[in-house]
């Protein structure tokens, strides 16, 4: 069984950043954070966000690219 949901703590081991990157994220709204249904002080991020987060992305924008060989 996948586990859909990490806590905030599991989600910064994963992505190797501090408590404070991991709330900026949610801040800049690049991560949603989620709340614990048995425990409202616990904060949850969906694991197929951080994956998201993790994958690779290109360096220079394709669409602006071509744009600019125009």
């Known amino acids: 069984m996948d586990v ?3 806590t905030m703590r599991e989600a910064q081991e ?3 950043v501090s408590n404070f ?3 900026q ?3 800049r709204g ?3 954070a989620y709340q614990s ?3 409202r002080r616990k904060k949850l991020v969906r694991r197929s966000d951080l994956d998201a987060l993790r994958a690779p ?3 220079i924008d394709e669409d602006k690219k071509s744009r600019r060989l125009k």
């Open 4 to 6: 859909e949901f990490v």
């Open 57 to 59: 992305k290109p360096i």
């Open 25 to 27: 994220l949610v801040k």
């Open 14 to 16: 994963i992505l190797g």
């Open 37 to 39: 249904a048995t425990d």
């Open 21 to 23: 990157t991991m709330w």
């Open 30 to 32: 690049e991560l949603a």
